[in-house]
């Protein structure tokens, strides 16, 4: 795909509550924190709290050991979550930050559709195929550390009136050490410019860190939304590939998307799949170097605004799923080239 929401540090387990989607919907009740009996927040609380020091310090064995069966008999993805994140929380400070408690003891056996509404102003959850029973969304924050995340677990109720979980997401809180709204901030200004692609990239990069997980919707998420469709570029699609052309040679890119897994500071990520010349050209080192600066050069040459809002490239030429080549370079260090004529960035026939 063309750009694609970062979603590297985005951890998703499929379990009993994520299924496939059926026809119709279930309004399932919801109550929310501040509608909790004391009773109903400490139990939930308490659970969470648990949950989140296991996974603070890398408890693997006593994680599983609270999830659902169905869940627990393929425990990988979250097995590797929880090890990927001890050592950016080992010395955080986990909140628990927002309960809800999510009632769907009478939706239909079979399961289908279930949409909470909670509280004012109304956040909404959906889920497909949801078995009968009750349900929790907890959203946890590991703060206090250079790299914040924020965690929400999603619990099922037994039928002795334990929490155990069913279903685990984790994203940072942070990139390149600013939040979500400081990234929706600046898309805005970008878009006031106008700088189409900066905008539109800042505006994805905010509603990554802004949005827990998939299935949760909010009037600010919703506005944040509207305010990215907006700035959509023209003639740049979300999937598929698109045709960049330099000035001796086009380039078809299949993904640009901002990182920050290459030294904490924002960069583009680019990947691009080399013709049969093109690979050619890529077992010598000069020539592979001189390839790929073009395809940043052309970039640059017609979206000059990403000078200055990344940091820097990162460019790779893939076949199918091994990288030929890659090279990184600050902004700064990319030399200007002359423009491609008009027109030359459209997206490839599919």
């Not at 499929?14 to 279930?26: S, T």
């Not at 296991?54 to 008999?73: E, F, K, M, N």
């Not at 946890?140 to 979980?165: C, E, F």
């Not at 460019?315 to 080239?337: K, W």
Request: charged share 15%; proline share 7%; glycine share 6%.
């Amino acid at each position: 795909m063309l750009l694609r929401l970062p979603r590297k540090e985005l951890v998703f387990t499929a379990v009993i509550v994520l299924i496939a989607a059926a026809p119709g919907a279930f309004g399932a009740s919801c109550t929310t924190q501040s509608q909790m009996t004391a009773a109903q927040r400490e139990s939930l609380s308490n659970a969470a709290h648990i949950m989140g020091m296991q996974i603070q310090v890398g408890d693997v064995q006593g994680l599983r050991a609270i999830t659902l069966a169905s869940v627990a008999s393929d425990f990988g993805g979250i097995a590797d979550s929880v090890t990927r994140l001890k050592p950016l929380v080992q010395q955080a400070t986990i909140t628990v930050d927002d309960l809800y408690i999510l009632d769907a003891s009478s939706n239909p056996v079979s399961g289908s559709r279930a949409d909470f509404y909670c509280g004012s102003p109304v956040v909404v959850l959906n889920f497909d195929s949801l078995p009968q029973g009750v349900y929790a969304l907890v959203l946890l924050h590991a703060t206090g550390v250079q790299q914040p995340q924020q965690i929400s677990l999603i619990l099922a109720k037994t039928q002795d009136d334990h929490w155990q979980l069913a279903g685990f997401f984790d994203k940072p809180m942070t990139e390149a050490g600013h939040d979500g709204l400081w990234y929706w901030v600046s898309a805005r200004k970008y878009a006031q410019r106008p700088s189409s692609w900066s905008a539109w990239l800042y505006y994805r990069q905010a509603e990554f860190l802004l949005d827990p997980f998939d299935s949760l919707s909010s009037p600010n998420l919703q506005k944040l939304q509207h305010e990215t469709d907006e700035v959509h570029p023209q003639g740049l699609p979300i999937s598929g590939s698109m045709t960049l052309s330099a000035p001796d040679q086009a380039f078809a890119v299949t993904s640009i998307e901002p990182t920050t897994q290459f030294g904490g500071a924002l960069d583009l990520e680019v990947h691009y799949t080399p013709d049969s010349a093109q690979a050619a050209e890529l077992r010598d080192p000069p020539q592979a170097r001189k390839q790929v600066t073009d395809v940043m050069q052309a970039l640059l040459s017609q979206h000059p605004d990403l000078r200055d809002s990344f940091h820097g490239f990162w460019v790779r030429a893939d076949q199918g799923t091994n990288s030929l080549f890659a090279l990184e370079l600050p902004m700064d260090s990319v030399a200007a080239n002359s423009a491609p004529p008009k027109g030359s960035v459209f997206p490839a026939q599919q």
